[in-house]
């Protein structure tokens, strides 16, 4: 028996696109980049180098990002539970 291997009839690609794994991980790094200004923002002001309204504002922007992630997070975990209550 002789036995040859399948070649695709379309060219491989040559970028590969970016996984689900990185796009996430990119995501929570942005997420804790804003938490992290908001800490500076905020370290600064309670030395005096900052102001008020800087560290509020960060502050702002860190709780509207983790809010919206909590969301995300949420609703993926409502949708993967409706998945697996599903009868097949």
Do not use: C, W
């Not at 923002?41 to 309670?46: H, I, R, T, W």
């Not at 560290?55 to 702002?60: D, F, Q, S, T």
């Amino acid at each position: 028996m002789r036995v040859e291997l399948l070649s695709p009839d379309a060219a491989p690609l040559s970028s590969h696109p970016q996984s689900d794994q990185s796009a996430f991980e990119k995501a929570l790094d942005a997420i804790g980049v804003v938490l992290d200004g908001a800490t500076r923002a905020e370290d600064a002001f309670a030395q005096g180098a900052g102001s008020l309204q800087d560290a509020v504002y960060e502050r702002a922007r860190a709780d509207v990002a983790l809010s919206v992630a909590t969301a995300a997070a949420q609703r993926s975990a409502q949708a993967l539970q409706s998945i697996l209550n599903m009868q097949l």
